[in-house]
């Protein structure tokens, strides 16, 4: 469980540049043999103007490009939020070993939440998960950057 919190302070690291940049602050790190992080990423959709700038893709992305190959199953993918079916999904195609997140997502979530993709016996692969790391910390910047958000718009108003 120390080795989790230590890679979930990672992905808070980059939620927290995520937050900075006025993105919505969900941070990833994808750990090669649950040793070595090999890959950072935050969310990008605002700043790439691109609706597949999730945290999780960019990092598998990046990952993929470094190892020269699509089967992640060395992986472990640590992300502050509960992916979405996209990225779930996406970390099923690329074999990742294992996934933990943070905070829960009732909306969007699409390993404990809504669904569980990456448990679904109907898919060739399976991941081993893990939910609730830090879920403290890793709610507190999301609701932070959302009441920040709306409190923007009332000033606007």
Not at 58 to 70: A, D, M, N, P, Q
Not at 91 to 115: C, E, H, N, Y
Not at 132 to 153: A, D, Q, T
Request: proline share 4%; with cysteine; charged share 30%.
């Amino acid at each position: 469980m120390e080795k989790d919190k230590y890679f979930m302070k990672e992905a808070l690291f980059q939620a927290e540049k995520a937050f900075n940049l006025g993105e919505v602050p969900v941070g990833a790190v994808l750990v090669y043999k649950e040793t070595i992080i090999i890959a950072r990423a935050f969310n990008q959709r605002e700043i790439n103007k691109n609706p597949l700038a999730h945290a999780e893709l960019l990092g598998i992305e990046k990952v993929c490009s470094l190892l020269g190959k699509w089967r992640l199953d060395e992986i472990s993918l640590y992300v502050t939020l509960e992916p979405c079916p996209m990225c779930a999904g996406a970390a099923v195609q690329a074999r990742i070993k294992r996934l933990v997140f943070g905070a829960k997502d009732p909306k969007a979530g699409a390993i404990t939440s809504l669904m569980n993709i990456p448990g679904d016996r109907r898919l060739n692969h399976r991941i081993e998960t893990l939910g609730g790391v830090m879920e403290e910390e890793c709610s507190f910047i999301l609701k932070e950057f959302f009441r920040k958000l709306r409190n923007n718009k009332k000033a606007d108003r």
